[in-house]
């Protein structure tokens, strides 16, 4: 069966620091994977997805940036937080064809 | 992808049936009705999806009303597990993998 796992599930970061949140799924192949950061309150923001290894398309111009480098690897970075990127950070996947998302536990960020 | 309206939140009694509205009325003839939920702190759960024709597993039942401008995502007995946000989507299979997660339903299940 299908795993997606996500982590760190908590962190605190101040203002200005890098940040690396790393998404790997299990049991599948050349899923679609997809960043998504929920503040709190409110509703889910697609943040980037992917097609495949390489192929980044972006939802939301901001300071944040994403790779994958494996198939089945998604990486959420940022060079410098700020406050306003605090939330509870979503990884998804879905299959090829598929538009069944299939969500990480999340990791939430607080920016101090 | 057409828009839907849910209500912000619904009661239901343990044990009792939670009926979901969501209306989709611009739906176009190639989108799909889509229902996650979301537990408190944790990520969104698929549910359940349909076309025009009545679904079910084994999570819930999804009825599409024949002209499909609404439906309702029935959770036949629920528990106070079933606490949570339920979201209705409606997206075609074109047009690229975005999906769009609006403010769906809080629904409470009460004791």
């Known amino acids: 069966s299908q795993t997606i796992h996500q982590w760190p599930a908590t962190l605190v970061q101040p203002v200005g620091s890098p940040l690396s949140l790393e998404c790997t799924v299990e049991?599948?192949?050349?899923?679609?994977l997809y960043w998504y950061r929920q503040a709190a309150g409110r509703g889910l923001q697609l943040l980037f997805y992917?097609?495949?290894?390489?192929?980044i398309s972006s939802e939301v111009p901001q300071n944040l940036s994403a790779s994958r480098p494996q198939d089945r690897q998604f990486i959420l970075s940022s060079k410098k937080l700020l406050l306003s990127d605090s939330g509870f950070y979503l990884c998804?996947?879905?299959?090829?064809?598929?538009?069944?998302?299939?969500f990480g536990p999340g990791t939430r960020l607080t920016v101090t | 992808d057409a828009k839907t309206t849910q209500p912000p939140s619904m009661d239901c009694a343990e044990g009792r049936a939670a009926n979901l509205p969501c209306n989709h009325s611009?739906?176009?003839?190639?989108?799909?009705v889509y229902w996650y939920r979301q537990i408190h702190s944790q990520g969104p759960q698929y549910i359940i999806h349909?076309?025009?024709n009545n679904e079910t597993n084994e999570m819930a039942s999804l009825i599409i009303t024949e002209d499909r401008k609404s439906s309702t995502l029935i959770l036949p007995h629920a528990t106070l597990r079933d606490t949570a946000v339920y979201y209705c989507?409606?997206?075609?299979?074109?047009?690229?993998?975005?999906?769009?997660f609006g403010a769906g339903t809080r629904l409470f299940v009460k004791a």
């Open positions: 992917s097609v495949g290894i390489g192929q």
């Open positions: 049991g599948t192949s050349n899923p679609n």
């Open positions: 998804a996947w879905s299959a090829p064809d598929s538009y069944e998302q299939y």
């Open positions: 611009t739906i176009s003839g190639n989108e799909y």
């Open positions: 989507i409606v997206r075609a299979l074109t047009g690229g993998f975005k999906t769009i």
């Open positions: 349909g076309l025009k």
